[in-house]
């Protein structure tokens, strides 16, 4: 099909996410991807400083992940996980676990990001439910994202993406993200929510929030949160689906922290983009208060393509990946990388904020803008004619590439970022 006749036929029929039909340009008809980049129908290649919504870490059509996906196609590709079991996700348990934050134990297995974190809600609130305890409330981080079903939704505090649905949401109190500045403020609001609520969770995205336009928080402050929670028995979640599996330079956020998380989200490059599925893990004391011998105490939540043989599969050759000499090289030599640039772009006239955290590097321009706004379109196309992909988020430009870039490649998407900042400090 070319590109002007799927271009059409895309425009009788489908509704795309986080767009506004009546004023969006058309979209982008992209023919097949390989590696890093993204290729039009007309043969043109674009690299893919996103990996996708940060999910092609290994970046696309990975051989390593596509033939774990053959391998398994023809052995087993779905089976009801509810009273079944199969070797492939028993075996990505194992991977898993192994990389995990030492505290995490148990695994439950869901299809996005979304779902991660609306199980991680349902398990912290029938958790207390299970010991005999009212709790209905959630504290979160302001300025946090956390998916679009409606625990995730209530959970997330950008009204961009809530606002027609604010009264039908969960009880959720929202705090100051810590840094080092305002941690002692922090620490005393949350004593008083502590003494006037019954909180269930508390839910974090670790080190870096990204839908927040990659607003980069204090560890230790975050320890120090965890920590009073927990000694008042309140679950900490961590939504790691976006800084999970190496982002920030260590398998996950978390292990970054000193006190662990009672419940991790998990998505996105679970699977390096091959297909959707999530895994929410806890640990033993969260699964042991499910235990009992009424069927009603059990965690009788589940989703047809749970435990997914393929997903599986696919997620346990993506830990191989993560954990092999190369993949670590390469995510020490972005981060090394972004280090050194990001000292350039904190002296160009054009920028504002600039932060850093492994493969993640982020720039506020000098110039206020919406979210979704012209300007912002504008400076998509302007990338998208030079060959690179990437989505800002307001005046925030960020990358995060995928493991697998190049020097090269790195020098290149550089270069065009001066070449965009030098055409506005004109």
Not at 48 to 68: E, K, M
Not at 182 to 193: T, Y
Not at 197 to 222: H, R, T
Not at 358 to 384: K, S
Request: hydrophobic fraction near 40%; proline fraction near 4%; glycine fraction near 8%.
């Amino acid at each position: 099909m070319i590109a002007s006749e799927l271009l059409k036929k895309d425009a009788q029929h489908i509704w795309h996410p986080l767009t506004q039909h009546k004023t969006a340009l058309p979209p982008l008809a992209i023919s097949h991807a390989q590696g890093n980049y993204l290729y039009d129908h007309e043969g043109n290649k674009y690299f893919d400083a996103i990996s996708s919504w940060y999910t092609c870490s290994y970046g696309h059509v990975n051989p390593a992940l596509t033939q774990a996906l053959k391998d398994q196609v023809d052995q087993l590709h779905h089976v009801v996980f509810a009273g079944m079991t199969h070797e492939p996700a028993v075996r990505l348990s194992e991977k898993l676990l192994s990389i995990l934050p030492d505290n995490q134990e148990k695994l439950f297995f869901s299809e996005n990001g979304s779902t991660s974190v609306e199980i991680a809600l349902k398990m912290a609130f029938q958790y207390h439910f299970n010991r005999g305890e009212k709790r209905l409330a959630v504290v979160a981080l302001e300025g946090g994202f956390h998916g679009d079903t409606f625990g995730a939704m209530s959970a997330s505090g950008l009204s961009v993406y809530n606002g027609p649905f604010e009264e039908l949401l969960i009880e959720v109190i929202r705090i100051p993200a810590p840094t080092s500045e305002n941690m002692e403020i922090v620490l005393q609001q949350v004593e008083q929510l502590i003494a006037e609520n019954d909180i269930a969770s508390f839910i974090y995205e670790p080190l870096v929030q990204g839908a927040a336009a990659m607003q980069m928080n204090d560890a230790s402050g975050l320890c120090r949160l965890i920590r009073r929670f927990r000694e008042s028995g309140i679950l900490s979640i961590a939504d790691e689906v976006m800084t999970g599996f190496g982002k920030t330079g260590s398998h996950f956020a978390s292990s970054q922290i000193q006190n662990r998380p009672d419940i991790i989200c998990l998505s996105k490059a679970l699977t390096g983009g091959i297909m959707p599925m999530a895994i929410t893990s806890c640990t033993q004391e969260v699964y042991d208060a499910f235990l009992h011998d009424e069927n009603s105490r059990g965690f009788f939540h589940g989703h047809t393509y749970s435990g997914s043989p393929l997903g599986c599969a696919v997620a346990a050759a993506g830990i191989d990946l993560l954990v092999s000499e190369n993949i670590q090289e390469g995510i020490k030599h972005i981060s090394l990388s972004h280090a050194g640039f990001l000292d350039q772009l904190k002296q160009h006239p054009a920028v504002g904020d600039v932060r850093h955290c492994g493969v993640i590097l982020a720039f506020d321009l000098a110039a206020e803008m919406q979210r979704y706004g012209n300007e912002r379109n504008l400076i998509f196309q302007w990338f998208w004619k030079r060959g690179v992909f990437l989505r800002p988020l307001g005046k925030t430009i960020y990358l995060v590439p995928p493991f697998t870039t190049t020097a090269e490649e790195l020098k290149f998407l550089y270069d065009t970022i001066l070449e965009f900042l030098d055409s506005r400090a004109v």
